[in-house]
């Protein structure tokens, strides 16, 4: 069995390695068909920057497409990491969404939206602190 072991690893790695490349090279491949805008074209605004540590900050934006009236927004922090809620979009193109702020740093919200069933960025706020 132990002479199995270092061809196992060696295909283990080249399995994750593959999926790694896979993941990172097809979202790319398919955002640029269709010669579509990848640059936002929505507004994202908050009523507070700095924001006080457990207060909640309103955001709100227009531009949306009112055909999807579901939305989503990223959330992410310095380290990279995110969470997501789903929002609503008016039938006239706006959205307003409440974020509890909590814990203190720099964050960025991207608001993502489908457009022929691919979700596209349409707005992105950065640099937001909480503190």
């Known amino acids: 069995m132990t002479r ?13 390695a593959a999926l790694v490349l896979i993941l990172v090279l097809v979202p790319s491949a398919i955002g640029g ?11 994202l605004t908050s009523d507070c920057n700095p924001c006080a ?3 909640i900050a309103h ?12 939305g989503m927004a990223a959330i992410t922090d310095a380290a990279g990491n995110t969470n997501w809620i789903g929002i609503n979009i008016s039938s006239n193109g706006t959205t307003s969404f409440e974020l509890y702020m909590s814990p203190t740093g720099t964050y960025n919200i991207k608001v993502l939206q489908n457009l ?9 706020l ?4 909480v503190q």
């Open 4 to 16: 199995n072991t270092p061809r196992l690893r060696i295909v283990l790695t080249t399995a994750i």
């Open 59 to 70: 955001f709100s934006g227009s531009g949306y497409d009112p055909s999807e009236p579901r």
């Open 53 to 55: 540590l457990g207060t």
């Open 116 to 124: 022929h069933k691919k979700l596209v960025l349409r707005a992105e």
């Open 33 to 43: 068909r269709g010669g579509q805008s990848t640059s936002p074209s929505a507004t």
């Open 126 to 129: 950065a640099g937001l602190v």
